[in-house]
């Protein structure tokens, strides 16, 4: 977090060339301190053992060092931690403190990552994109995603308790690129924004849809009753549907662009 007292050890850790590497770092960001760079002001810093102020810093002094480390070697990633919590649909089983390694999908203690992507480059027809194949394959995806939950071997009893209370999937896209190449968009465009906006409501929409479909069959997800979808009156099968990963590996297997990323 942010307001950790090591917060400036930590952003510079890997100033070094070799210092820790394989890890991915992440600062949490919270409202607290986007407001207080907004206002040009320092923020408190908390020790997490004792939750008793420690010191200040100036955010906008933090920012910097921040933006330095970023630029210089791609870390540490940035969570707008309270973003999330805000929009995470289980808050009553706990808080989100961190993400997976790779940082797409923020989940709870002990709950495991299952994710899956959509190659967007093979949904193009007559120079248009095929909503209808597309749709279909949404289905097949978040049906695939969900057995996975069921077919797979846990290493620990807890991880698989967390990952079949909740379900959660992450159905995501790569070859976004290559897919904006087919179509003659820019990348840096505003069509290619408003196109952005329109295939991730498209495959979310879907989404839901087919969890819901799966939920009908199947039956909820376990802890159904404590999420906000209980709260919509939205019978689901998976707590959360999609996310956005960057699929190295993924694409390099399937010789596309990665993710939502440009060609570099």
Known sequence: RVDHPNILKFITCKEKEGDF?????SVSLTDNFMKA?????????????????????KAEDVFQKLCEMIHR?????????????YYHPMKELG??????????SPLLPWESCNLGSINLSKFIKNGEIDYDS???????????????IDLNKYP????????????????????????????NIPYNSNRALKLADEIMKFIHG?????????????GVFPAWEKSTWAKKE???????????????????????????????
């Open 156 to 183: 620990l009893p807890k991880i698989e308790e967390a990952t079949k209370l909740t379900r959660k999937i992450g159905l995501g896209i790569m070859s976004w690129a290559d897919m904006l190449i087919k179509l």
């Open 234 to 264: 939205i019978k689901l099968r998976n707590a959360t549907l999609t996310t956005i990963a960057p699929t190295g590996s993924l694409s390099i297997i399937a010789g596309v662009s990665s993710g939502i990323e440009p060609i570099f």
């Open 37 to 57: 760079m907004d206002e040009k002001r320092s923020f408190k810093l908390v020790n997490p053992k004792t939750e008793k102020f420690v010191g200040e810093l």
């Open 95 to 104: 808080e989100i403190e961190g993400v997976n390694p790779c940082g797409e």
């Open 21 to 25: 590497n394989n890890f991915n770092i």
């Open 73 to 85: 070697n791609g870390e540490p990633g940035v969570l707008f931690i309270d973003r999330i919590n």
């Open 206 to 218: 879907a989404a839901i849809e087919a969890s819901t479909e799966l939920a009908r069959i199947r």
């Open 134 to 148: 597309l749709k279909k394959v949404v289905y097949l995806s978040i049906n695939f995603l969900d057995n996975v």
